[in-house]
């Protein structure tokens, strides 16, 4: 399934989410000076923007100053990452994304053994 552009995060925008999903809310001074470089306010605050008309982020005013919170978890956008990898790496296949990450031994048969693990205790979950 293909997932819109707009659902898609910048790294730029990701590292915004991520200082928002710890400090939340924040106004763009906030958010520049937890970022881990250097970028101007007004880029911040563009940043801000666009994640703003994506969906992302809302605002409120207080005090003369915006504040943003993010509206979509972590966890939200981890999926669509993925999902997105998935279909654009794997045709839609998890099953070749695992298998990828075997192949290339980024999952050590330790970790394996303990996602078979997860899996086998979700299933039985499933059926009690």
Not at 68 to 97: C, K, M, N
């Amino acid at each position: 399934m293909a997932r819109s552009k707009s659902e898609q995060l910048t790294p730029l925008e990701l590292e915004i989410m991520k200082v928002l999903w710890e400090a939340a809310p924040a106004n763009v001074q906030i958010v520049q000076k937890r970022l881990g470089r250097e970028l101007a306010y007004t880029t911040v605050q563009t940043m801000l923007n666009i994640l703003l008309r994506k969906g992302k982020v809302k605002r409120t005013l207080k005090d003369k100053a915006y504040y943003y919170r993010p509206v979509v978890s972590r966890r939200q956008v981890i999926g669509q990452t993925i999902g997105d990898l998935i279909d654009r790496l794997f045709e839609g296949s998890a099953e070749s994304l695992v298998m990828s990450l075997v192949e290339t031994r980024h999952i050590t048969p330790e970790k394996l053994a303990s996602l078979n693990a997860l899996l086998d205790k979700e299933e039985s979950d499933g059926k009690g």
